[in-house]
């Protein structure tokens, strides 16, 4: 058998290709994971992650069309999508004057629900924000592209965590709010952003540890009133849910 050497120069020439290679690789994975678009419909404007729609706006609220309130939220999603986060931000929902509800996400704004929305899509506006939110992140976190990593997961029960405890500081130093897509864990370490899923009826939610609990030992996680609502268990109260533990990269 002949072997062919390959001198020093051609062998540091194809290293740097392969180094190129993967950071292009790379580069157009997360382009893809980030490819946020505007979809025209009749009387509508879809926004897209990578092919996927992650809600319809049907209202025009104070904008000029439909396409318009569209690619101003279209922009501020590409903003968050891109911007350099260090940790996981939280996502949360503000209940404005007026009766809005209005999303964020690392207290940068995203969108706002009027009741307009909700009755163009026979929903009630907690409810359609909370579904939106969800989509975004799902999206933010590559679960709808399925480019997450996970390092962890496991079966429990799941409880939400009570409005009373509005306002109270949580183990990371954060205020609680039913309207914040956080949860608490015993031992996960603060920070850490779970993919829950409810196996009866395939919805998920993505939350961020942010406190500790349940306290009650046969409850494996503790989540915030809108997590509860993504996966259908707040009239239940207590579900099974299979939990998972995505890995963070430092955007």
């Known amino acids: 058998m002949l072997l062919c050497r390959q001198s020093p120069c051609a062998?540091?020439?194809?290293?740097?290709?392969l180094v190129l290679l993967g950071v292009f690789a790379?580069?157009?994975?997360?382009?893809?994971?980030?490819?946020?678009?505007?979809?025209?419909?009749?009387?509508?404007?879809?926004?897209?992650?990578?092919?996927?729609?992650?809600?319809?706006?049907?209202?025009?609220?104070?904008?000029?069309?439909?396409?318009?309130?569209?690619?101003?939220?279209?922009?501020?999603?590409?903003?968050?999508?891109?911007?350099?986060?260090?940790?996981p931000p939280t996502f949360y929902l503000v209940r404005e004057k007026g009766g809005a509800l209005s999303a964020?996400?690392?207290g940068k704004r995203l969108f706002s629900i009027?009741?307009?929305?909700?009755?163009?899509?026979?929903?009630?506006?907690?409810?359609?924000?909370?579904?939106?939110?969800?989509?975004?992140?799902?999206?933010?976190?590559g679960v709808s592209e399925r480019t997450c990593g996970v390092t962890?997961?496991?079966d429990g029960l799941a409880s939400f965590c009570h409005p009373k405890f509005d306002g109270r500081k949580t183990a990371s130093g954060?205020?609680?709010?039913?309207?914040?897509?956080?949860?608490?864990?015993?031992?996960?370490?603060?920070?850490s952003v779970l993919l829950v899923t409810n196996p009866e009826n395939k919805r998920q939610v993505v939350v961020k540890?942010?406190?500790?609990?349940?306290?009650?030992?046969?409850?494996a996680i503790d989540l915030s009133l809108v997590a509860a609502k993504v996966l259908g268990i707040e009239e239940e109260g207590v579900s099974k849910v299979r939990v998972e533990v995505i890995a963070w990269q430092k955007r």
Not at 46 to 60: K, M, N, Q, T
Not at 174 to 191: D, K, M, N, Q
Not at 209 to 219: A, H, L, Q, S, Y
């Open 114 to 141: 009027f009741r307009e929305d909700a009755s163009l899509n026979a929903s009630n506006p907690l409810d359609l924000a909370v579904v939106w939110l969800n989509n975004v992140q799902l999206a933010f976190y």
């Open 209 to 219: 540890v942010n406190d500790r609990g349940p306290w009650k030992r046969n409850r």
């Open 26 to 87: 790379a580069t157009q994975g997360i382009q893809a994971r980030t490819q946020l678009t505007l979809m025209e419909e009749r009387d509508a404007a879809a926004v897209l992650c990578d092919g996927r729609v992650l809600f319809r706006i049907r209202y025009r609220g104070p904008f000029a069309s439909c396409e318009e309130r569209a690619r101003v939220i279209l922009k501020r999603l590409q903003e968050v999508f891109s911007s350099a986060w260090k940790s």
């Open 11 to 17: 062998k540091k020439t194809l290293g740097v290709f």
């Open 152 to 154: 962890k997961e496991f």
């Open 174 to 191: 954060e205020v609680y709010s039913s309207y914040a897509f956080t949860a608490a864990h015993r031992t996960l370490p603060i920070g």
């Open 104 to 106: 964020f996400c690392g």
